[in-house]
């Protein structure tokens, strides 16, 4: 029997960082890999996942083998008229809500707190005798200038000066530096890697302000290891979008161990990363940000 929807009292933080850090182990970095399946969404809603979400079912879909974006809940599935094939695993993704309670030092004032659970969606090749919509085919597009596209999109960016040996972004004069186009072997490492500066550029108290962001951050803190994986998944998302490989960026041994470290430490890390990642695409795409970024196509 497949499995159905899981609300068993495991930690959702874990669980998912745990999703990531074995495929790190195995010395896959998730965010670095050519993205198997672009453009991951709910096959009934039609809604694309975001945040977190993206990485966990692109890591699946890199795992199994399956080229088609598209994912359904067990009940999603029998509803289309189809049923996921006996003996198949569902892939848990995140789904957040928002409550609304009293504050505590202000009874009269309401906050909100998220509220955070997993559900199982199986990818539509898991399943049989699906009634939907025929895909629309995708048009041919050059990565690259779709990559242009989107650096010349990015309204009131940073000033970028292909003027240095090594890629960085300098917050108190909003400047990215970073080396010529022709120094790079590669042009998707090239754009992988303004990719990521762009998005540490998000942070300026003038775009998203990200908490911490212009405090001095010692290598390897908690802090410095945040605003890292945020330009790393905002990067990821940016390329996902433009078509661009980031596995042409180069990654060492000692890249995948320190991402080990840092998500051993903090299990919340990654989810929280994520979603601010998918913040600081969105704003150098124009985007509103409709939902979380860790929602994706919901759980029914």
Known sequence: MPHRETRGRSDPYQEITGRITRALERGTVPWRTPWHARGHRNARSRRPYRGINTLVLQTAAL?????????????????????VRRGEHG?????????????????EQMRRFPLIRLYSVFNVAQCEGLRLPRQAEERCFDPLERA????AGYREGPTVHHDSESAYYVPERDEVHIPERARFTDAHGYYATLFHELAHSTGHPKRLGREGYRTAARFGSERYSREELVAEFAAAFLGSEAGID???????????????????????????AAAQGQRASDHILGREPGQPAETGGGAD
Not at 67 to 81: F, H, I, K, V
Not at 246 to 272: C, F, H, K, N, T
């Open 246 to 272: 980031p596995s042409r960026v180069e990654q060492s041994a000692a890249y995948i161990a320190s991402w080990l470290r840092v998500l051993d430490d903090d299990r919340r890390l990654v989810v929280v």
């Open 148 to 151: 242009e596209a989107v650096i």
């Open 91 to 107: 892939t848990r993704v995140v789904l957040w809500k928002w409550l609304e309670k009293p504050d505590p030092e202000d009874p």
């Open 63 to 83: 795992e199994r083998g399956w080229s088609d974006p598209r994912w359904l809940t067990y009940r999603q599935a029998e509803a289309c008229g189809g049923h």
